[in-house]
């Protein structure tokens, strides 16, 4: 974070001057406290004059109104009321880039354009770049929000055709100053994507998670890791997420009935005794999860694991990762899976393959149970 | 592990003096290496001689024939040849408890069954207890063995209305000596309680991972921790899991077909533009997840989060892992969600929710970036 007024980086030549955010919750008040730390003049307005309050004393900015038009307007407001906030900032400050928060684009885009069209203001679009930062918190309201929240974590941009490309370089460059990734898409694949890789996989946890309620506490002891991952996001709010699936809901309906046909024909296949459908589903499963990002952004990777049983007890962790730091190898993920009933649990280190055996010669010279 | 012949704890009146494991790959090499330990007499045999030389080397037991009848006869050999493998012990060491590992058990007691009824010796079936212990590696073989590979594992016994109680308590005791925890239900129950927690989110990640196959480079990077979680399991071995699945296929099938139900209702809801079957599902699932058991075998636990920005560079973690446990605050599980394209991660911490404070307080008094 810069400690004067200039902004870091390449970005600070296309910095706003002055940012009206909308709606001081969690999101809006992060960006805010971000951009004042970066010299920039932030204004706050939401219909809870507390919330405002309480974004103001956290120091993310003035509770006034701006006296004359922001650069930018970034609108983080509660998904329902985002289109009408928009078209409003759109038609108040007519220089004005607006920007959105919201988590799913195409809907919102429809109702910004039925708004504009109804005020015969379609010329306004060519201001708007809607986006979706990829970030939040357990937590919400502006006293939970923070100045980096957004580090390091993907921002959506999803630009219409009316929209003009120096007002996506605009915000490009505040999400950048934000310490974020921008990535460029349309409000189309933003949703179907999001569908595929946020939106089913919540619907998937919790329907697993779902169809355990029969079970006795003996019976579910009969799992391991395997469970507890892919059962881990069932513990989300589900109101949030009606909210979010609702707004979704298209995309969402179409990657469901294309995992449900998946899941049709493994089932299919085990009733009918043939197990080329179930083999099929498998190997195309090993191909879509090298998909998945690993770190970096430097695409796929597979990585190579060190398992290593570690006395469950304050310090013992501490200990392990500073003797896997004396390596030289860096970590890639963790995963710790708790022994069921025993004071010891399995931790699983996992690097790249080529630094697997350093790793493993380097833990076991410091004396510890390396299981292979 | 003792070191001398006698068997640790109360364990040691009921352990067998002799077992002979049939089948040398790693869960019978490792079965042999932690009953060789404790003083126990083990006999080996596999049809692959090379595989029982491997064993004998590793100091898992004799490669001779046993003298006379032993009192255990482990059964470890592939799923598809363990029903005659088992009925063979049976009728060759007429005093001998057998029992097995296949990973399901209601086939396979049926199988046996039906094998018995051919023989005409339906009174050899007292002295079987089927097991399933919940334990394994990604590497196979002797030379992979290991004596704890079942320490703190759950080990399922599925004795049937046949079999005679001291036999399976025979069995309990050789369990608990190499560490394993029994649990003790019906083969049916088994079938259907894996069906739930191991085979359906096995076919549920690869499923989930499969329909990423359409998406760009740039698309995917619109996912988060969420995803890597919920398609985890599809990096598995697609022949290995195909014959698990088809070995408990009518259990799994049913699993599916319930699966499908919720995730239509879903999408019914989703398309009618009604949320309540959305909001039922969510809700459903979060009832499920606290079903998933924590640590310690001492029920479902919510953990609090403590998120730590973390340099990503070698040594950084253990810092941070020495520092936490200066807090005397017991880590119950870690994530490592890194960022994308910048050299950073973020940690998450999870621990009781009375020790939040306390870890967050005193990593940030050691200079840590604690969020929140």
């Known amino acids: ?39 920039v003049q932030v204004w706050l307005q939401d219909v809870d004059g507390g919330s405002v309050a309480v974004a103001v004393e956290r120091g993310a900015g003035l509770s006034e109104a701006p006296p004359e038009s922001p650069d930018l307007v970034l609108v983080a407001v509660p998904p329902a009321a985002t289109a009408e906030a928009v078209l409003e900032a759109l038609r108040t400050y ?30 306004l679009l060519s201001r708007f770049v809607a986006g979706h ?9 502006p006293g939970a929000a ?22 996506t370089d605009l915000v490009r460059a505040v999400v950048e100053s934000l310490g974020a990734l921008p990535v460029v898409t349309s409000p189309e694949e933003h949703d179907r994507a999001v569908a595929l890789t946020s939106h089913t996989p919540q619907v998937v946890a919790s329907s697993v998670a779902a169809g355990l309620g029969g079970l006795g506490e003996s019976e579910v002891r009969l799992s391991g890791q395997g469970l507890r991952d892919v059962t881990r996001l069932a513990a989300s709010d589900p109101r949030l997420w009606t909210d979010i ?17 998946r899941l049709a024909a493994v089932r299919d296949g085990l009733r009918g005794g043939s ?8 190997e195309a499963g090993v191909a879509g999860r090298r998909l998945v990002q690993g770190k970096h952004g430097s695409g796929p990777l597979e990585f190579a694991v060190v398992a290593v049983t570690v006395a469950d007890r304050p310090g013992e962790l ?24 025993r004071p010891t649990g399995l931790v699983e280190l996992e690097v790249a393959p080529a630094s697997q055996a350093v790793l493993a ?12």
Chains 1, 2 share one sequence.
Do not use: C, Y
């Open 275 to 282: 197990p080329e459908p179930v083999l099929g589903a498998l």
């Open 361 to 372: 010669e380097g833990l076991r010279a410091a004396g510890w149970d390396v299981r292979g």
């Open 245 to 261: 699936l609702t707004s979704n809901a298209e995309p969402v309906a179409d990657a469901l009935d294309a995992l449900i046909d």
């Open 133 to 141: 930062p990829l970030a939040g918190r357990e937590v919400s309201g």
């Open 94 to 123: 007519v220089d004005a880039t607006v920007s959105d928060v919201a988590s799913t684009k195409a809907r919102l885009q429809r109702e910004v354009e039925a708004l504009a069209t109804v005020a015969s203001d379609q010329h």
């Open 318 to 341: 501490g200990r392990l990762f500073a003797d896997a730091g004396a390596t030289g190898v860096n970590l890639e993920d963790v995963r710790i899976d708790h022994a069921q009933g």
């Open 1 to 39: 974070m810069s400690d004067g007024p200039a902004a870091p980086g390449g970005a600070a030549a296309l910095l706003p001057r002055g940012v009206l955010v909308v709606g001081t919750g969690l999101i809006g008040t992060s960006a805010a406290l971000g951009l004042t730390a970066q010299g």
């Open 146 to 167: 923070l100045p980096d929240l957004f580090a390091d974590r993907v921002w959506a941009l999803t630009p219409s055709a009316h929209t003009e490309p120096g007002r």
